[in-house]
């Protein structure tokens, strides 16, 4: 049985909190910023997803997801209990998720510097051939 209203009907005039960014909801649950969509969906929240159309040969546009702050709330007290089966790689409180955490920003890092190297080398190799082009004759 699902915890939450129907997304359908429209939310009562009184309410006017905003609904939360996928950066606000890793604040209150411990998730993965990854996978916190997912978790979303595993305990019951109602989501707002905005972007992710089509661009053809070139992809998909990003997806912005924004969560319902009742739902966020309610679900939080549930993951903290341990009602909503998550698995360990997606937590930050698990040995397993942390580990996770730190191979993905590893691997980023290190890629992010081979490919700021590359670049470096290219525009230096790029100004020795001018140089050299000019200096012989």
Do not use: C
Request: charged share 25%; hydrophobic share 40%.
């Amino acid at each position: 049985m699902s915890h939450t209203p129907d997304p359908a009907v429209p939310e009562p005039a009184g309410e006017e909190e905003p609904w939360l960014s996928v950066r606000a909801v890793t604040a209150l649950w411990p998730v993965r910023k990854d996978w916190v969509p997912s978790v979303a969906h595993l305990a019951d929240v109602r989501v707002r997803r905005s972007g992710g159309e089509s661009r053809g040969t070139y992809g998909a546009a990003p997806t912005i997801y924004h969560f319902h702050p009742e739902d966020v709330r309610r679900a939080a007290q549930d993951i903290t209990e341990g009602r909503v089966d998550i698995p360990t790689v997606y937590r930050t409180d698990t040995p397993d998720g942390r580990r996770a955490e730190f191979w993905n920003r590893l691997l980023f890092r290190v890629l992010g510097t081979i490919l700021l190297a590359m670049t470096a080398a290219s525009i230096l190799g790029i100004l020795f051939v001018i140089g050299f082009v000019l200096t012989v004759e």
